[in-house]
């Protein structure tokens, strides 16, 4: 034993190779290890334990693939491209391409996307490639389509700049409707607990301080070999929030472990299957990887705050052990929780990697370079002027009383030109809403009074909101125009669809 790294070295990556290659490595699962652990000691998996095999299969919609085509003949520099409908992209040379995996096709919509042209290409199906060019003097030809199957490419490289993220924040849903996002479908009222990872399977939690997993690491990817190249985009490893970046031949992989997929309503993803070997080096690896689900803890979202990840509000802070038991409390309420990940195909990778060691046909590596352990996970600062409902609101709003006279409410619409007008109380405070439609309804049934058909639960706003969250808010509810409402729920203005079109010109400035 030698010290390194401050800690005291049981063995080396040389070393355990060398037993691999007599046949007589130990190697475990990392749900095995915890049992020894958790019998023995963690004592006993330093001494006993050559490797640990970890697994996670999860939708890493930061995934995609490197795709040469070759030339064909009059030959085409590809300006457009597409595979099954599916735009690749194509800053590239004249028949290199990328397709991401969360890529929509053009004409299946949310349904279908990159991920599945990346599991229709791995499962050995036709393709049907398409591009278009401008012609060149070298290019001469305008458009090409044709059928490809993967065995027609190049090159086929998986380069996915964030996959398997260390751990991952749990959503749910306080509004009062459905909300359909990259967490999945999101009932109201705190109707549910989605999670992603494999908790105490998951890779990066078994090694959290990198001292095993770095640049050049080799690794299971997608059922055949693959490396990590460096950390993650938004790597941020302080919190506990490091992610990878990570290589492979596609036409090595394995469907099995490769899945396109499509949140309902949000679109399309890839499933993806990855494991790494934890060599047990020193005491300080031996001791992370036993940590059990119970030990890993994640926060709970509130995704019906439209903002930032990370200022959407924490509900509670909860262990995987407690994610995977199927129910959380919130407060006093038992909530169903579900995996948006598979615990089952994580485990199976694990064990695969396991028996690929066993058996001699995969070596662990050494990385050549740590992956960093500090970062920062900068947000995007909008350095210009974005218009604000404030800034566009019609100010001058036009109100009623529930007690006013509908005939006489509906001569005051007609006379200002509006169609909307919030009814509040003696204190000034909205209590309901009605529109020039309403009104003509009222006087066609002989209604009197507006308390008798003003809508009463009101969709509204705030000064300070963004414009962009105010009228997907009005698309949802299938309505032209909110009350602007301050934090006394007093009415200060009003924005109808009609001041956004007429006030927001290019899309951006307010005039």
């Avoid at 004592?43 to 890493?60: L, Y």
């Avoid at 290409?121 to 036709?126: D, F």
């Avoid at 090159?155 to 260390?166: E, G, H």
């Avoid at 000064?463 to 509810?477: K, L, T, Y």
Wanted: aromatic share 8%; hydrophobic share 35%; charged share 25%.
């Amino acid at each position: 034993m030698r010290e390194e790294n401050k800690e005291i070295r049981i063995r080396s990556i040389d070393e355990i190779n060398e037993k691999i290659k007599r046949g007589d490595a130990v190697v475990l699962t990392a749900e095995e290890v915890i049992k020894l652990a958790e019998s023995s000691g963690v004592e006993a998996v330093a001494k006993e334990v050559d490797v640990v095999t970890t697994g996670t299969f999860g939708a890493m919609c930061s995934s995609g693939v490197f795709l040469n085509f070759g030339h064909s003949d009059p030959p085409i520099k590809m300006v457009r491209c597409w595979l099954n409908d599916v735009p690749v992209y194509k800053g590239l040379a004249a028949v290199d391409g990328y397709l991401g995996a969360t890529s929509i096709s053009e004409t299946r919509g949310l349904e279908y996307g990159g991920g599945h042209v990346i599991e229709d290409l791995v499962s050995g199906k036709e393709v049907v490639l398409r591009a278009e060019s401008y012609g060149t003097d070298c290019y001469p030809r305008r458009h090409i389509e044709t059928v490809i199957t993967i065995d027609d490419l190049n090159q086929a490289i998986l380069v996915n700049p964030r996959n398997c993220y260390q751990r991952y924040e749990a959503a749910t849903n306080s509004s009062d409707r459905i909300l359909y996002t990259y967490m999945g479908t999101l009932l109201p009222n705190y109707g549910n607990v989605t999670f992603s990872g494999a908790g105490q399977l998951n890779p990066l939690c078994k090694d959290p301080s990198y001292e095993t997993i770095g640049f050049g690491t080799k690794i299971f990817l997608g059922g055949g070999v693959g490396y990590i190249i460096g950390e993650g985009t938004q790597h941020n490893p302080e919190p506990g929030y490091g992610t990878l970046m990570v290589k492979g031949d596609l036409k090595q992989m394995n469907s099995r472990y490769l899945r396109g997929a499509s949140f309902y309503r949000y679109g399309p993803t890839l499933y993806i299957g990855i494991g790494i070997p934890i060599p047990i080096i020193n005491m300080s690896v031996a001791k992370t990887v036993a940590l059990r689900d119970e030990d890993i803890f994640v926060n709970i979202r509130d995704y019906a705050v439209p903002s930032r990840p990370d200022l959407r509000p924490i509900i509670k802070r909860v262990s995987y052990a407690e994610l995977r038991s199927g129910k959380v409390y919130l407060g006093d309420r038992k909530v169903p929780s579900s995996s948006l990940s598979s615990y089952k195909m994580a485990r199976e990778i694990a064990e695969t990697l396991k028996k690929w060691i066993l058996e001699g046909m995969f070596f662990l590596t050494k990385p050549i370079e740590p992956l960093p352990k500090r970062g920062k996970f900068k947000p995007l600062e909008i350095r210009r002027k974005e218009p604000k409902v404030g800034d566009i609101m019609n100010r001058h709003v036009i109100i009623a009383k529930p007690n006013d006279d509908v005939n006489s409410v509906a001569a005051k619409l007609v006379e200002k030109g509006i169609d909307h007008l919030p009814v509040v109380d003696d204190e000034g405070k909205l209590i309901g809403i009605v529109t020039s439609w309403d009104l003509a309804k009222a006087i066609a049934y002989n209604k009197r009074r507006l308390d008798e058909i003003m809508t009463r639960r009101v969709i509204t706003a705030f000064e300070n909101e963004s414009i962009d969250v105010v009228v997907r808010r009005m698309a949802q509810h299938n309505i032209s125009g909110v009350p602007v409402v301050d934090a006394m729920n007093r009415v200060i203005g009003i924005l109808t669809t009609d001041d956004i079109s007429r006030k927001i010109v290019g899309g951006r400035n307010v005039t």
